[in-house]
């Protein structure tokens, strides 16, 4: 019976990657809140790692094609697999909540994107983990009061930040946001593209 070499089996997963995989399978692992920074990805996913830096250059530039936020050094030594508790996320969020962060999803994905991912991964959703925590999810999301520019300020703080703004996302984690872009702008992808290109657009100097 003929074996199969090592080396085979790795070239055969060599030829399995993609682009366009590489970045799904970092979104799919970003949203269900597993790890992605290299020390530990480099022992429970080597494969997506080394296609990630062969791609994109580097591991942190296949972060930033899958538009997922840079892995920060403190995350990284201190968050590992199986650090996440049930109890310390729900501390964090109100840890969060008396420092006065906001808690609706899209700005938390800004100020701790571990957290937030956790919490989803833990609890089901962003939502949930709010109200396990003790806080009213309909009430934080009724705070908000969108303009046109305030939707845009807010999709180009995400944008600024890494934080993912795909349609499928962000109507999940954020829905009063994604309805007042519709509201305001036709489509969710209109109101990217618009803040995007503001973005882009250079500033007039005085």
Not at 49 to 55: C, P
Not at 61 to 73: D, E, W
Not at 149 to 172: C, F, K, N, P, Y
Request: hydrophobic share 40%; with cysteine; charged share 25%.
């Amino acid at each position: 019976m003929a074996t199969v070499s090592s080396d085979t089996v790795t070239t055969r997963k060599r030829k399995s990657w993609s682009k366009e995989l590489v970045i799904l399978t970092i979104q799919t692992r970003h949203l269900n809140g597993k790890i992605l920074n290299p020390q530990d990805l480099q022992r429970e996913d080597s494969s997506l790692l080394a296609a990630g830096r062969r791609y994109f250059g580097s591991w942190a530039n296949a972060l930033q094609a899958a538009h997922v936020p840079p892995i920060r050094r403190h995350w990284a030594m201190h968050h590992r697999r199986g650090y996440w508790t049930n109890d310390l996320l729900l501390q964090e969020i109100r840890r969060h909540a008396a420092n006065g962060d906001p808690l609706y999803a899209h700005a938390m994905q800004a100020i701790d994107n571990c957290l937030v991912s956790a919490a989803t991964y833990h609890f089901g959703s962003w939502a949930d983990a709010l109200e396990a925590a003790g806080f009213d999810p309909d009430a934080i999301r009724a705070t908000r009061r969108h303009t046109a520019a305030s939707v845009m300020e807010e999709i180009q703080r995400l944008l600024r930040s890494g934080a993912e703004v795909g349609d499928t996302v962000v109507r999940r984690h954020d829905y009063t946001l994604y309805r007042a872009a519709q509201k305001f702008f036709g489509t969710w992808q209109k109101a990217v593209e618009a803040s995007r290109a503001e973005l882009r657009a250079p500033r007039a100097t005085e």
